[in-house]
């Protein structure tokens, strides 16, 4: 059984991330699952650990989003969930934008 809660919706969203370890200086280019106006999922086979404070861009239909977040609680074999934790005014009206899009 799942225990942990999502308090946003989640859309399919199929964009290029690249995810870097602010610790470690290790990065991964992916692609991610779905994404919320939380957090997203981005499947790989080489997750980071749970906690792990990342900078993270994705890239969609010619534009970026980026933010800073941390590795959540989700991480599996096929992938890891980040949480949003700093995002910029300009990058937030790109990620509602793209989530708006989702809706339709």
Request: proline share 3%.
């Amino acid at each position: 059984m799942n225990t942990e809660r999502r308090y946003a919706t989640r859309y399919n969203f199929g964009a290029i991330a690249e995810v870097i370890d602010l610790d470690q200086s290790r990065d991964l280019v992916s692609l991610t699952r779905d994404l919320s106006v939380s957090g997203v999922f981005v499947k790989t086979t080489t997750p980071f650990t749970s906690g792990t404070v990342v900078r993270l861009r994705i890239t969609y239909s010619g534009e970026q989003f980026a933010a800073i977040g941390k590795i959540s609680a989700n991480v599996t074999p096929t992938g890891m969930g980040i949480v949003f934790t700093e995002i910029e005014p300009n990058d937030r009206a790109t990620l509602e934008k793209w989530l708006s899009q989702g809706e339709g």
